[in-house]
Every structure is written in structure tokens, then in C-alpha cells.
T-cell receptor, first 112, second 114 residues
Framework: KNQVEQSPQSLIILEGKNCTLQ??????????LRWYKQDTGRGPVSLTI?????NTKSNGRYTATLDADTKQSSLHITASQLSDSASYIC???????????FGTGTRLTIIP | NAGVTQTPKFRVLKTGQSMTLLCAQD?????MYWYRQDPGMGLRLIHY???????AKGEVPDGYNVSRLKKQNFLLGLESAAPSQTSVYFC?????????????FGPGTRLTVT
């Protein structure tokens, strides 16, 4: 069964610190992997999309990495801000298919 | 551009009642989707559409129907609501760009069935 697992489930860090969120997937054949940010009460917003041939992609203070061999991805947040408090969802798509498999997300809380 | 909008934002239904959720997008996207999000679970695809006049079942279609009469609108119907359909519903739309199917989500509809 195609699955996307994320860790940790929740994380609390001090403002200004860095953090890394993990994603493991079993989706095959793999097409691309996305990271979404979902603020409380809002819809998910795309941060990065990576194909199997890409191993890193940045969007401001967000850097995603992908190891297609081990089927692992990480999202690194640098110099966290209070506005980074949100759920971060890892999403994987099948090759040639518009359907997505969603992880359950990591709930990140930034405290001042 | 408003992007993807959803109507209503909140709704409370009694078991057995019916309702329709409306999704509208102004980005001229071909593909539209309906998801539900439940605590402790990832978003799950209910139904989707790859173009005007077409619909297809997703992962959890039972109890729902959809229609895509206009390219910009995608309607989700609950004919006889059940407490198990209490959830947050998200609509999304996408176009094919480098085969990435980038999806843009609406703000969600919180539905409670009592």
C-alpha cells in the first residue's frame, strides 16, 4: 500500500532556531514529492515540489531534500519565525498520475 | 485573482439532511478535486474532475456525488448526511506544468453532522 509517513508528529522550538522535519514514503512508481504548509483553519499552500531527479530545492528559509533511493525527504527550516507555526505536510504523487498521497503532517509550534 | 474559493465556510447538518458544497476557481485550471481532512489522517481524495463534464471517484467516494457543469465550478453533494461525514472539506484545482500537477487549495468548509 502506498504510504507517506512523517516524523515527528509535533515539534516545539524557540524562535530563531532551525529545525528539520522528516518524510518517508513507499509510493511507487514515484513522480514527485511536495511539501505543503497548512496554517490553522486554512488550506494547504505549496512550499516546494521535487521530481525524482532533484535532490534539493529551496524556497526562502525552507529547504527540502530528497533521496529517491532510500525514499526519504526532509524539510529544513532556517531561523524560524513565529509565522512558521503551522502543520507541514509531505505529499507524494504517482508517476503520470494526478492523484496524491498525503502524510498526516508535522505540527510545528514556534515559541518566542 | 481570488484563486480557489469555497462556499459555505461552516455548516451544521442533521443526520439525513442534504447539502451542496460549492468550489469555484478563476485560474482556468482543467483539474479540480474534493478532499476531506480528518484528525490524525492525511487528506483523502473524494472525487476529482479532469475537465468540464467529467468526474471520477477518488479514495473515499461513498456517500458523495459531484458535478462539473462549468469549468470553473466543482460541486460536492451529500444526499443523506451521516455523522461519519463530519470533517473539513477542501477543494483544489490544478493545471499540468512540467507534469507536476501543482494543486492550489481553497480555504476549506467545516461540516458537522449531528
Amino acid at each position: 500500500k502506498n504510504q507517506v509517513e512523517q516524523s515527528p508528529q509535533s515539534l516545539i522550538i524557540l524562535e530563531g532556531k532551525n529545525c528539520t522535519l522528516q518524510c518517508n514514503y513507499t509510493v511507487s512508481p514515484f513522480s514527485n514529492l511536495r511539501w505543503y504548509k497548512q496554517d490553522t483553519g486554512r488550506g494547504p499552500v505549496s512550499l516546494t515540489i521535487m521530481t525524482f531527479s532533484e535532490n534539493t530545492k529551496s524556497n526562502g528559509r525552507y529547504t527540502a531534500t530528497l533521496d529517491a533511493d532510500t525514499k526519504q525527504s526532509s524539510l529544513h527550516i532556517t531561523a524560524s519565525q513565529l509565522s512558521d507555526s503551522a502543520s507541514y505536510i509531505c505529499v507524494v504523487s504517482y508517476f503520470g498520475n494526478e492523484k496524491l498521497t498525503f502524510g498526516t503532517g508535522t505540527r510545528l509550534t514556534i515559541i518566542p | 485573482n481570488a484563486g480557489v474559493t469555497q462556499t459555505p465556510k461552516f455548516r451544521v447538518l442533521k443526520t439525513g439532511q442534504s447539502m451542496t458544497l460549492l468550489c469555484a476557481q478563476d485560474m482556468n485550471h482543467e483539474y479540480m478535486y474534493w478532499y476531506r481532512q480528518d484528525p490524525g489522517m492525511g487528506l483523502r481524495l473524494i472525487h476529482y474532475s479532469v475537465g468540464e463534464g467529467t468526474t471520477a471517484k477518488g479514495e473515499v467516494p461513498d456517500g458523495y456525488n459531484v458535478s462539473r457543469l462549468k469549468k470553473q465550478n466543482f460541486l460536492l453533494g451529500l444526499e443523506s448526511a451521516a455523522p461519519s461525514q463530519t470533517s473539513v472539506y477542501f477543494c483544489a484545482s490544478s493545471y499540468v506544468k512540467d507534469s507536476s500537477y501543482e494543486q492550489y487549495f481553497g480555504p476549506g468548509t467545516r461540516l458537522t453532522v449531528t
